[in-house]
């Protein structure tokens, strides 16, 4: 059984920063591709950023330039780097992992909330 445990959110003035961590834990053989979604209220979850275990990135248009993901293989753990927030970034917060386990399968962490206040 794999669980992805997510920390760092909370409430912050729009300018402001957030560094979200998720760690993976379990019977884990390696980890493909991470990344974050958000889902805002009444509204569908969305693409935030993902990171392949080649360190390749991908980010939504929204967040380019201020949101940055990195990755620790090691501690197979992901981070966004969440800069220059903004009241439109208020949302719940999921990271997500392909996982080798048994076999592979994608997993979600529980969430984590970001309100940010203008």
């Known amino acids: 059984q794999v669980q992805l445990v997510e920390s760092g959110g909370g409430l912050v003035q729009a300018g402001g920063s957030l560094r979200l961590s998720c760690a993976a834990s379990?019977?884990?053989?390696?980890?493909?591709?991470m990344g974050w979604y958000r889902q805002a209220p009444g509204k569908q979850r969305e693409l935030v950023a993902t990171?392949?275990?080649?360190?390749?990135?991908n980010y939504a248009d929204s967040v380019k330039g201020r949101f940055t993901i990195s990755r620790d293989n090691a501690a197979n753990t992901v981070y966004l780097q969440m800069n220059s927030l903004k009241p439109e970034d208020t949302a719940v917060y999921y990271c997500?992992?392909?996982?080798?386990?048994?076999?592979?399968?994608?997993?979600w962490g529980q969430g984590t909330q970001v309100t940010v206040s203008s």
């Open positions: 997500t992992m392909g996982v080798w386990s048994r076999g592979f399968s994608e997993y």
């Open positions: 379990g019977s884990i053989v390696s980890i493909n591709n």
């Open positions: 990171s392949t275990r080649a360190d390749s990135t």
